[in-house]
């Protein structure tokens, strides 16, 4: 520009190794913001928020950038792009819920750029991935100054746009453990349209069977209906010693709309958003009943 | 004599009337002999005007002809998207 | 804070160029590159007026940096065509009459290359889905999917 | 001389009604065309605006100095720069292009910077330092029309009342249409039926933000580039705010991506004008999505009471309608026209609407697509479809009973003409769709449409070339095919091949006035100065050839793209094409080209009837469209593949405004989602295939029977889709939109007994 503007001119920086990024995190004093997908960052840029001194672009680092096999489950690089998700046969076939969820989020074009760790740090209580990696659970690897430390997913966003992140860190991968027999996971949101919306309301379900049908084991979160995600045990309890009959059904619907705790807001009123949580929680146990079964 | 149909709210401009019998050949003569008789038009013709003739709308055209036996309307100016 | 040198590649040519560290791809293409095919119909990556493609994925370019774009591969609108032979996509959407306006087209037209070159034979939901980032305010959709469809059924049988 | 316009109906047609590629196409699939924001000059400076946070507030200083004094900024202009203009239809234009002694709405201009980049101009808008004292606000039509609201205009006195109200209120203006006397009417019916409507404001959604490129030398004059309906309007607009002669501003239009009624008027190309001129350097100024949403013009929201009578047999005894609409900050909310179109459908003996033109804290609403019309088509015809159902008789049997026809008193005045409502509910009733099962949770409706169609200030040049070629000169701006249109008149009035002809859009300087690209005119006004421009060059060519063969004009005849003898006793000549007339031009007497400069009347009206099947999820309260029909007439289409598109895209319009799309205000009067993300247009996985009927009921006030055909088809959607749901969901909707909130609580209340 060669003019004085009063504000500092923002720095991009596309480090190669988790190490480089850490480094120029911690030295940035809280200015700094990574960009993986930057679906969320450059659209808050252009909303007249302050802009970041510096922008980490950490799609050079080559281990972000992979979908690895591990311990029988699969470790996803921060920088992989929710499109590779759904290209990924062996993912897909683990854990359709969590590449459904993650293939829900924005458009085609968005599924080429955003990440499903993007979506996590953004702490969007509507993110469509996080219900959905909190059923499965999802671990985040978090680097920084310090050693390497492992989060459940459920502990990553600690409020609206607000993370469970030291200074200084970030997260390198998600790892989605190996999926039991005879379980399967499943997430559903609501829009109005049929696409380009955020979740008014959602629901993520997990389940594991015995060999008669019964539930052994099952996770449930809803999203959207309060500040941050969140694991609703009571309805994981409704499933759990049951087929998931109609009794057991009613009884989770009741439970995640029990446990929400929405606002009124442009995409849905709090009436709405409770009663749809618990028919969104209930469709997707339906759903991961039928992946349990294989069917 | 033309007969004329004022739309509804002029009807107090013109004196209460919704109908006027005036002698007018065309559009323009039309609105001069209206704001004649009925002074308090002039601010509502002002604004615009289209003409109904025989069922076809005239914007702005003061030369269109009138016959004595025409169905005359006049109608708050129209625009469109 | 000097501005960065990018050296990449569009619609097959080694292009250079030089950009803020803020400054997105879209900015880049039509205010430096010239290259105004591309529209901005949002600059939030909810409209898709902007899309191109970036090493082979379909992207919007108001939602990526222009340094980004470094090493990489872009593919706008006005590399399409061959020469003065239009790409089977272009041609079908004017035999269709599927644009009005014909603002949105580019962006279409990117979207719906990158739809046939993973899927040469896709239903209409899928087309329909696969599409929906790409807004058109003037046609309802219905000559645009079917003009998508009938290059698909085209380049089949060819 | 030339052959005689044929009466439309036994015209036997070589080119109208085929359908070849558009002659813009391979621009437009090329990324070749250029839009509003494509262009750019050498030395361009970029400008921002700064708008009102806040939707009501006396702006009780503003400074500049600061950003004045930022290296890179070349101007700043505030309400300073602005002096009232004389012409009155101009004063609320300026008002709204830049605020002066308040902002009346979240997004109201109140200053703009012209700097050497766009961060430097940022900046400089930070820098502007806006004293505000902040007013009550209003934003609802129902609540701006109380006692106790606040005022905006210190000023407005209610017009079309008697006596004229002494005290200030929000309510422009009173309007009043009909005929009869509907409370004897009403005494006549065995059922009436009465209710209360309210619909959200929407916007016209056009892919394309408005912008534009403006220079102005310091001799006075100015080129302005813009992407709009309408550049002799943005002339004379920008003329007159700017203290310029008409003649001293050019107005180029470029390719324009979308407008829908929204780019009919002047936001930014002042601004840019007056900046450009204060700088001595060329600027540009680009709307930014956000600023659409919020300073460019919605169109009105509103809340309407229908009462409807009718006998048993099904004849409606009498129909009335009291319509408020809001529409922005200042005056002129189209409820006239929803009055005017309410019952235009139907033919009866008592009619009554009234119509409230009411201000807000919102902006100043713009045309859209048959403006004021689908909200007053929702309510009424959601009334219709509520007594056919009580009378037990088949809803589109209701509306032929009662239909409008030829020799109908319409509810708005004047007679009708020939007219096609009958004939597109005649071909609803035996359409496949029309007969079509439904499943559980689903429901069909019906709505009919009305618009009256304008045709206006046309003028054209039609020049032949040396070599045989047509070149045409239009002055509307090309918004969904009008080139190609252009071009089949002008071939089939010559006798050429269609792609012998060129149309392009000329600036300001080139032609005479001609009127926006509104009111569905362009194929019928622009078609018809076509047509005649063509026929003026017949009577040049055929001179020539008399000329060349050297006997009378009148004993030569234009037939089928030749200059033949009239008869046995005209000479045995050789016929001569117009490529060989046009050949030797220049030795028979110069040039030769056709114009028609005209207003043009004769605009015939349009209907519609439209058919959607929806279902309705009772648990979540969404509505997934699953089937569409659009039946209307079109007069004569010329390019049909462009008139099924307009019906096409009429409806899906309609489909947004029916269940998703809604300006949203907060408590503090500021809109909430100015962006495409939370204002729901519908994408292309939101829709089925929109199946279209045209119908070609000749319009006698053009040569070749058009009518327009471009906003009558949003007129029935709303209401179609309301009669829909209504049937799906076992409840009658009201309120626009149907969005799945609204709709579940609907569904349980019933469920619950409420």
Redesign the interface.
């Known amino acids: ?1 060669g003019v004085g503007l009063g504000n ?5 920086e ?1 480090p190669e190794s988790t190490k480089a990024a850490v480094k120029l995190l911690a030295g940035s004093r809280d200015r700094a913001r990574i ?1 993986a ?3 969320d960052l ?2 808050q ?2 909303s007249g928020m302050p ?1 970041p001194a510096l ?1 980490i ?1 950490i ?1 050079h680092i080559a281990a972000m950038g992979a979908i690895k096999r591990e311990a029988g489950g699969f470790r996803i690089g921060a920088a992989v ?1 929710s ?1 590779e998700l759904g290209e990924h046969a062996g993912l897909v076939k683990a854990w359709p819920g969590v590449v459904e969820a993650a293939g829900l989020i ?5 599924q ?2 955003a990440t499903i760790v993007g979506n996590l740090c953004n702490g969007s209580p509507a993110a469509d991935s996080v219900p959905a990696m909190m059923v499965a659970g999802a671990r985040a690897r978090i680097a920084g100054p310090g050693r390497r430390r492992d989060l459940p997913v459920e502990k990553v966003v600690v409020g609206p746009g607000k993370t469970a992140l030291k200074r200084g860190e970030l997260i390198e991968s998600i790892f989605l453990p190996k999926r039991p027999a005879r379980s399967g996971d499943a997430y559903l949101r609501f829009i109005p349209r ?3 919306d955020i979740a008014a309301a959602s629901a993520g379900v997990f389940l594991t069977l015995d060999r008669k049908g019964i539930c052994t084991d099952a996770r449930v979160a809803i999203g959207a209906v309060g500040p941050r995600a969140i694991l609703v045990k009571p309805a994981a309890k409704a499933l759990i010693g049951t087929p998931l009959d109609e009794a057991a059904l009613t009884q989770l619907a009741a439970a995640c709309s029990a446990a929400a705790r929405p606002i009124d807001d442009k995409r849905g009123t709090k009436e709405f958003r409770t009663h749809v949580v618990g028919v969104l929680a209930r469709r997707a146990a339906v759903i991961a009943l039928k992946r349990a079964k294989g069917e | 004599m033309v007969k004329v149909v004022l739309w509804g709210s002029l009807k107090q401009a013109a004196g209460g009337k919704t109908e006027l019998n005036l002698e007018a050949k065309n559009v323009r003569e039309l609105l001069d002999r209206l704001v004649e008789q009925y002074p308090k038009l002039e601010g509502h013709l002002d604004q615009g005007v289209s003409v109904s003739i025989d069922g076809v709308l005239f914007r702005d055209a003061w030369f269109a002809p009138i016959k004595p036996d025409s169905e005359v309307y006049l109608l708050p100016r129209l625009a469109g998207g | ?1 000097s501005q ?1 040198p990018v050296t990449t590649t569009i619609n097959g040519d080694a292009t250079e160029f030089l950009c ?3 400054e ?1 791809l879209l900015d880049v293409l ?1 205010d430096r590159l ?16 902007c ?1 191109v493609m ?1 090493d082979g ?4 370019s ?4 222009g ?2 774009a ?1 090493g990489r591969e872009v593919e ?3 590399g ?2 061959e020469g003065d032979t ?1 790409h089977p996509l ?1 041609k079908k ?5 599927a ?8 962006g279409f ?1 990117i ?1 719906a290359k ?2 046939l070159e993973t899927n040469l034979d896709p239903t ?2 899928e ?20 003009a998508v469809l009938d290059t698909a059924a085209e380049m089949r049988s060819a | 001389m030339p052959d005689q316009g044929q009466i439309a109906t036994k015209r036997k047609f070589k080119l109208v009604g085929t ?1 070849p ?2 002659p ?3 621009d ?8 509003g ?2 262009m ?1 000059a050498p030395g361009m400076l970029h400008a921002l605006i700064l708008r009102s946070p806040h939707a009501h507030a006396r702006i009780k200083s503003i400074d500049t100095s600061r950003a004045e004094r930022l290296p890179g900024v070349k101007a700043v202009v505030t309400r300073d720069d602005f002096a009232l203009p004389e012409r009155r239809d101009l004063v609320d234009i300026c008002y709204n292009v830049m605020a002066r002694e308040k902002a009346l709405y979240d997004g109201h201009a109140v200053a703009a910077v012209a700097a050497v980049s766009k ?1 430097v101009a940022r900046e400089a808008l930070r820098r502007i330092k806006v004293v505000y004292e902040i007013l009550p606000h209003v934003t609802d039509v129902d609540e701006a029309m109380k006692p106790n609201a606040p005022i905006l205009h210190k000023d407005m006195r209610t017009k079309g009342i008697d006596p004229k109200p002494s005290k200030a209120s929000n309510v422009a203006r009173q309007w009043e249409f009909g005929h009869g006397d509907v409370d004897r009417g009403f005494t006549e019916a065995d059922i009436v039926v009465e209710r209360t409507f309210k619909t959200a404001a929407t916007h ?6 408005h912008a534009c490129l403006a220079s102005v030398g310091s001799d006075g004059q100015g080129d302005l580039w813009c992407c709009t309906q309408g550049h002799y309007m943005v002339r004379n607009a920008c003329a007159g705010l700017l203290g310029m002669k008409v003649s001293q501003l050019r107005v180029t239009a470029s ?6 009624g929204g780019k009919t008027t002047v936001f930014i190309e002042p601004v840019a004008l007056a900046l450009s001129r204060k700088a001595g350097r060329p600027v540009k100024l ?1 709307m ?2 956000n600023e659409v949403f919020r300073a460019t013009g919605p169109t009105a929201s509103s809340s309407t009471d229908v009462k409807i009578g009718v006998k048993k047999n099904g004849q409606i005894t009498a129909a009335k309608a009291v319509l408020r609409y809001q529409g922005g900050a200042f005056a002129g909310s189209p409820v006239q026209f929803g009055a005017m179109t309410a019952f235009a459908c139907y033919d009866l003996k008592n009619v009554q609407t009234i119509g409230y033109d009411v201000v807000t804290n919102r902006p100043k609403q713009a045309a859209y697509r048959a403006p004021g019309a689908p909200l007053a088509a929702f309510a009424i015809e959601s009334v219709i479809d509520e007594l056919a159902t009580k009378i037990r008789m088949d809803p589109l049997e209701f509306r032929l009973l009662n239909a409008a026809r030829e020799g109908t008193k319409s509810s708005y005045g004047p007679t009708f003409g020939p007219i096609g409502l009958e004939a597109t509910l005649e071909e609803s009733k035996g359409h496949p769709h029309h007969l079509a099962p439904l499943g559980p949770n689903q429901g069909r409706g019906v709505a009919c449409g009305f618009w009256f169609n304008f045709g206006g200030n046309t003028c054209v040049s039609l020049n032949i070339g040396e070599d045989g070629t047509v070149c045409l000169s239009v002055g509307n701006p090309d ?3 009008s080139r190609a249109s252009m071009c089949l008149m002008a071939a089939e009035e010559l006798g050429v091949p269609y792609e012998r002809v060129r149309t392009i859009i000329a600036d300001t300087a080139a032609l005479g006035y001609n009127e926006v690209t509104d009111g569905s005119r362009v194929t019928f006004a622009v078609g018809m100065a076509t047509i005649k421009a063509a026929q003026a060059a017949k009577v040049k060519l055929c001179e020539r050839a008399a000329k060349i063969w050297d006997i009378s004009p009148e004993a030569v005849v234009w037939e089928d793209g030749h200059a033949r003898p009239a008869g046995a006793n005209a000479g045995t000549f050789k016929p001569m094409s117009l490529a060989d007339i046009a050949a030797v031009a220049g030795s028979t007497g110069g040039p030769i080209a056709g114009h028609s400069e005209a207003n043009a009347d004769g605009a015939g009206v349009s209907f519609a009837t439209h058919m959607v099947d929806v279902e309705v999820d009772p648990e979540t309260g969404r509505v997934t469209v699953l089937r569409y029909t659009v039946f209307q007439d079109a007069g004569k289409a010329i ?1 049909p ?2 008139v ?2 307009q019906f ?2 009429g ?3 309609g489909v947004g405004w029916a269940l998703n799309e809604e300006y949203i205000y907060g408590e503090d009067g500021r809109l909430q989602n100015a ?3 939370d204002y729901r ?5 939101d ?1 089925p ?2 199946d279209t009927v045209i119908l070609e009921i000749p319009n006698p006030g053009h040569p070749y029977g058009v009518r327009g055909v471009g906003e009558t088809s949003i007129v029935p959607p709303l209401a179609a889709i309301a009669n829909a749901v209504s049937a799906a969901a076992g409840v009658r909707h009201t309120q626009l939109p149907m969005s799945p909130p609204r709709i579940l609580k609907s569904i349980m209340e019933k469920r619950d007994g409420v």
Not at chain 1, 106 to 110: A, N, V
């Open positions: 520009m500092e001119m923002m720095r991009y596309a960009l997908g930057g679906t450059l659209v840029m252009r802009e922008v672009d799609k792009p499109a924005g458009s085609t074009q968005i080429g750029r049929t696409e380009m | 804070m960065i803020e560290a803020d997105t039509r010239e290259l105004s095919g591309t529209k901005e119909g949002c600059g939030t990556g909810d409209c898709g007026a899309s970036l994925r379909l992207v919007c108001c939602l990526v940096l340094a980004e470094e706008t609108i006005e399409m065509a239009l272009q959407f004017l035999e269709h009459a644009l009005q306006c014909g603002v949105c087209t580019p037209l979207a990158a739809l209409e939901t087309v329909r889905y696969w599409l929906a980032g790409n807004l058109c305010r003037c046609t309802g959709y219905d000559k645009i999917v079917r | 359908r590629v558009r813009d196409g391979v437009k699939v090329t990324g070749r065309a250029r839009f924001a494509d750019t961060p016209q959604g056009y892919i394309e933000p390719e324009i991506g979308g407008g829908f680009v930014s999505r918004i969904g095919g390019h593949s462009y099924e598109g096409q895209g409806a899906a319009q962006g495409f993300l247009i519908p994408v292309a996985s829709l295939f929109i």
